[in-house]
């Protein structure tokens, strides 16, 4: 029996949150299954050591919209999968699975125009395997030595974000770890990529610059390394946050306009802050980056250090 699992969305955090849903249909069949992702969700890199991952299979940009339908069909109809879970609501990948011939095609109800990304991925997989499935993330790394000094405490700061109306001013990320030096023995993490060389460097310029590190020249396979062995991440709700959750570390997370009751409540190894004003309530049009407190953020920082 083969299978495939569809998961169209773009980014990491998007791929580690699906990762419990992936494991149970794998476990269910006691198969490993494929995966059609996006490039952006670097579902390549995050899951090389997973044993419930077969093939990842990417989306090529001529694979994409109405006229990619069939040059995607045809490339799935080469595996002969025999079934297919498709974690959206989407028409065209619904006609694409039957173009490849996939006999069992599982899926979202067709035309849903809004849903919980989390309660909808769980629902679909209790309702196939008929069995609860825990919405806490997974990711599966090989065991690393811990060779950073536990003199300190370990610090991986989640700087950047999808877009700036997501991202928490780097000037604030900079009195944040200065505070917390205060208090304790600290070394930063700075999570960031070539994108946000701009905000790493007015890091490292700061009086905690010397005792940082960036993510900047590293790949996802060494970051996630280091994250594994941090004692806190802090930062914008972005795929770090993410990530750092599915390796069994602490993450608190700033909502400034993202659904918190989406990406906020499915880990109790996620403590959020909102924007001052906002209850359970921040979505993608909130625009609370100015508006969140820096005091709350410094006390629940210290708080889970402790």
Known sequence: MKILV????????DMVIYLPYIHAIS????KSVSLLVKKNSRAKDLLAEDNHIDEIITLKK?????????????????RNFDKVFIFNSSLRYNLISKLAGIKSIYQYPLFRSKDNIVLS??????EIINKVVSTEPNLIVKKTINDLDRNYKHICLGVSASGPTKRWGINNYIKLAEEIAKKTKCKFYIAGGKK???????????????????????????SLKI????????????????ISVALNIK??????????????RYSARMVTVEPEGENE????????????????????SIKLLD
Request: hydrophobic share 35%; with cysteine.
């Open 227 to 242: 994250i594994s062995n941090c004692d806190l991440y802090i930062g914008n709700d972005t795929g770090w946050a993410h």
């Open 196 to 222: 946000d060389i701009d905000l790493i460097n007015q890091f490292k310029r700061s009086k905690v610059g010397n005792n940082s590190f960036s993510f900047e020249n590293l790949n996802i396979k060494d």
């Open 281 to 300: 309530t921040t979505t993608h049009d909130t625009l609370g980056q100015n508006k969140i407190s820096f005091e709350k953020v410094l006390s629940e």
């Open 62 to 78: 001529e694979m994409e919209g109405i006229f990619g339908i069939l040059k995607l069909s045809n490339e799935l109809k080469k």
């Open 6 to 13: 569809i998961q169209a969305k773009i980014g990491m955090g």
């Open 251 to 264: 993450a608190l997370t700033i909502f400034c306009d993202s659904p918190i009751l989406a990406y906020g």
């Open 121 to 126: 991925a769980k629902i679909f997989t209790e």
């Open 27 to 30: 476990k269910k069949y006691k």
